[in-house]
T-cell receptor, first 114, second 113 residues
């Protein structure tokens, strides 16, 4: 069975600092991995996805994530935080044999201090 | 394209009342989903429909029923609402195995008193 763990329910950074949100997954087969962002009172929107090929994935708004099979991780990073990055971030995993069904982590709330 | 739309945006029910949450997508997606979101618990899958004509239970199906009316529409029904069903409900859609990323609606905030 697939699962995903997001380390840290709250992360706080200063504007201009590095953003690092951690995600580890468990899957019996090579997975698909996703990061979604949720702004207040909105639905989730896709930031980036790993489906195959390149292990470093670039997404919208300057975010990127690296798939590391040996560490079963898919951490989300951004070199320089902006105030508009304040939101909740969800990591999700789905198995290639049942790709339509994803399991979501509990979410990490990112606060950006001026 | 409107993407995924949900109605209503807000609803207050009394315990024991029933209601149906509506969801529609205009992206010609095969798969549709209903989630609930509660503080600190992420998103939990209630029901999903891999394709038109099929529905399957998710992690928390008790107290809910669904109907995949056609390829566009997927409704969620609460037959007898309970306070434990107070939550934010999200509908989502995807291309399924051919495109697993999901597209979400804006949500319905439901309060059961």
């Amino acid at each position: 069975a697939q699962s995903v763990t997001q380390l840290g329910s709250h992360v706080s950074v200063s504007e201009g600092a590095l953003v690092l949100l951690r995600c580890n997954y468990s899957s019996s087969v090579p997975p698909y991995l996703f990061w979604y962002v949720q702004y207040p009172n909105q639905g989730l929107q896709l930031l980036l996805k790993y489906t195959s090929a390149a292990t470093l994935v670039k997404g919208i708004n300057g975010f990127e994530a690296e798939f590391k099979k040996s560490e079963t991780s898919f951490h989300l990073t951004k070199p320089s935080a902006h105030m508009s990055d304040a939101a909740e971030y969800f990591c999700a995993v789905s198995e290639r044999t049942n790709a339509g069904k994803s399991t979501f982590g509990d979410g990490t709330t990112l606060t950006v201090k001026p | 394209n409107a993407g995924v739309t949900q109605t209503p945006k807000f609803q207050v029910l009394k315990t024991g009342q029933s209601m149906t949450l509506q969801c529609a997508q205009d992206m010609n997606h095969n798969s549709m989903y209903w989630y609930r979101q509660d503080p600190g618990m992420g998103l939990r899958l209630i029901y999903y429909s891999a394709s038109e004509g099929t529905t399957d239970k998710g992690e928390v199906p008790n107290g809910y029923n669904v109907s995949r009316l056609n390829k566009r529409e997927f409704s969620l029904r609460l037959e007898s609402a309970a306070p434990s069903q107070t939550s934010v409900y999200f509908c989502a859609s995807s291309r399924g195995d051919r495109g697993p990323e999901q597209y979400f609606g804006p949500g319905t905030r439901l309060t059961v008193t």
